[in-house]
């Protein structure tokens, strides 16, 4: 698969504080890429380097693999940008807002209706299409916000924190909106929601003090950080001497620990078993169960989750790749 | 994209803001008021209502009054016209659209020339009522209206570049209004010093000391360098300003 933008080096000098600093990755085309680091890492300059508002102290920035700094004007119509604060007039009605920015977008005088009444229906804003921006809510502001950046129909898409500041609802509604455009563009989703991240995401960059530490696909940045595998199940029964013949039987390789819970008036057991990453005793330790008549309700895998990953990917003293891999062996 | 069509897209939204806004009503309002209270006491003050009187007693100092008060209005006006779309990181939309950064500045300059023009057409009413009266003198009167014309533009030029420095309107406004006055005081400059090149020099880049000859209706070539010079200059200056954003 081809990629859809490619940084090579990046830096991004503000009167000599590094905001970005020797960055590089790369992001699939068709893909939806997760962009996450914490506060004042770079996303947003990254991100706005790579639509062009800001031009880079070194480095390079391929777009559909057009150097953009030679190719500026070609690539500002393949591109579409929402800002932190999307850029919104204010007074203006949400209709005449987006004929504006369809207008100033190039999209042919001719086709400016069609496209307009298309992007109002794809992102759900046909009913306040003549309320004033300035009086809508924050779910329905970072509605016209990603409509602006879809309105000239771009390849690459780049959101900067769209569910900023949204309720739950409009954090599912924006979900659905950033799925129903995976596949035909590429999208950089920067978030500060992990596990929206998890959801949405095939891809992911990790980045911190303006370096990348991770980047690539979320299964195999997620193998990297599990150090064993890790299993729940649920039992009926479960006593001293089960977990003496379990420790008999696996405790060389497997590790258990359990609680008694109560579920609605009868007893359950919650079994917490770790395995290394190379070995699968599944199988083994289910017949265990079934043998002991322990009333096996339930086993399934945790996996690590992206917030776990971030933890450990933006811990201090964690930077360099290398450095993460030899922290985690 | 056409050049044409970007800035009138542009410009018409500017335009829309602008008569959106109840503060441009409240500026044609005050500033009517005062020059029609003005003109009331020229016209009271002139002993003698012959054709010369007329324009040296009334008319010739109701436009210098107009031209110093757009002193104050120009700073008003052009206060929001990039301040606020820096605020509201709305110049962003602009750069990434497919406007040249050319079109976005002169969008934002005839918008602004516009609603100036929109504010001093209301004082061609005080000539025409001398009109009605058997006043005739209408070369001064046309080359008076060119002369503030090229005043606005100027200083226009100046407050777009004073606007494009900040994300506040208010410093903006008070920004374009020192520069403004500056320009004028330096007539007093030209009155206190007696070396001959200086005293040119300053002359030349007053910019009342232009407008003086459209006021006697004696255009100079050298006027029009001045207003042309001065423009492209702050063009330049606003560009760069507006660029520096990108570094």
């Given amino acids: ?329 | 994209m056409n050049f044409l069509r970007g800035i009138a897209l542009t410009t018409k939204k500017e335009l829309s803001d602008y008569f959106g806004s109840p503060l441009i009503y409240i500026l044609a309002g005050l500033f009517n008021a005062i020059v029609g209270w003005l003109f009331f006491n020229y016209l009271v003050d002139a002993k003698n209502l012959t054709l010369l009187n007329l324009s040296h007693s009334v008319l010739i100092p109701l436009f210098g009054n107009i031209n110093f008060l757009f002193l104050f209005l120009i700073p008003l006006l052009s206060m929001k016209l990039f301040s606020e779309e820096k605020k509201f990181q709305t110049l962003d939309l602009l750069f990434l659209s497919h406007l040249s950064q050319t079109q976005i500045i002169f969008s934002k300059f005839l918008a602004g020339l516009l609603i100036s023009l929109f504010i001093l057409s209301w004082t061609m009413v005080f000539p025409m009522i001398l009109g009605f009266s058997g006043y005739n003198d209408w070369g001064l009167v046309v080359s008076s209206y060119l002369g503030l014309v090229l005043s606005i533009i100027t200083y226009l030029w100046v407050g777009l570049f004073c606007s494009s420095l900040t994300e506040n309107p208010i410093i903006s406004a008070l920004t374009t209004f020192c520069f403004l006055l500056g320009m004028m005081l330096m007539v007093l400059t030209v009155n206190a010093t007696h070396i001959e090149i200086l005293n040119t020099f300053f002359q030349y880049l007053s910019s009342p000391f232009h407008y003086e000859s459209f006021s006697r209706g004696s255009i100079k070539n050298y006027n029009l360098v001045y207003i042309c010079s001065f423009s492209l200059f702050f063009y330049f200056l606003t560009s760069k300003s507006l660029e520096s954003r990108r570094w």
């Avoid at chain 1, 790369?26 to 062009?52: A, D, Q, R």
């Avoid at chain 1, 046909?126 to 879809?150: C, F, H, P, W």
């Avoid at chain 1, 017949?287 to 690590?304: A, P, R, T, Y």
């Fill in chain 1, 1 to 329: 698969m081809k990629n859809a933008i490619e940084v090579k080096n990046l830096t991004k000098e503000f009167a000599q504080i590094k905001a970005v600093s020797n960055m590089t990755f790369s992001v699939k085309k068709g893909s939806i890429h997760g962009f996450l680091g914490p506060n004042g890492s770079g996303k947003s300059t990254t991100m706005k380097m790579i639509c062009g508002l800001l031009v880079p102290s070194a480095g390079e920035i391929f777009v559909g693999g057009l150097k953009l700094e030679t190719h500026f004007d070609q690539l500002k119509r393949r591109i579409g940008f929402l800002p932190e604060n999307p850029p919104l007039y204010q007074s203006m009605l949400v209709g005449d807002y987006i004929k504006f920015v369809a207008g100033i977008r190039g999209v042919p005088s001719s086709k400016v209706k069609e496209r307009v009444e298309t992007i109002l229906v794809q992102c759900g804003l046909e009913k306040v299409r003549d309320r004033r921006i300035g009086n809508l809510s924050l779910g329905y502001t970072q509605k016209v916000g990603v409509a602006q950046a879809l309105v000239h129909d771009p390849e690459v898409v780049l959101l900067d924190e769209p569910t900023r500041g949204l309720d739950p609802e409009a954090v599912d509604e924006m979900r659905k909106l950033i799925k129903e455009l995976k596949g035909e563009r590429t999208l950089l989703l920067s978030s500060h929601l992990l596990n929206e991240v998890q959801n949405l995401c095939s891809e992911i960059t990790i980045i911190k003090e303006g370096q990348v530490i991770q980047n690539g696909p979320l299964s195999e940045i997620r193998s990297l950080f599990q150090q064993q595998r890790v299993f729940k199940a649920e039992v009926r029964s479960f006593n001293e001497e089960v977990y003496q013949a379990f420790e008999l039987k696996f405790g060389d390789v497997l590790n258990l620990d359990y609680e008694k819970k109560k579920e609605l008036e009868r007893e359950e057991y919650f079994l917490n078993l770790k395995m290394p990453k190379s070995s699968d005793y599944r199988s083994e330790v289910c017949n265990f169960l079934v043998e002991k008549n322990c009333g096996l309700l339930s086993f399934s895998e945790e996996s690590i989750g992206v917030e776990e990953i971030f933890r450990l990917a933006t811990a201090k003293d964690v930077l360099k790749e290398s450095v993460l891999k030899e922290s985690l062996l």
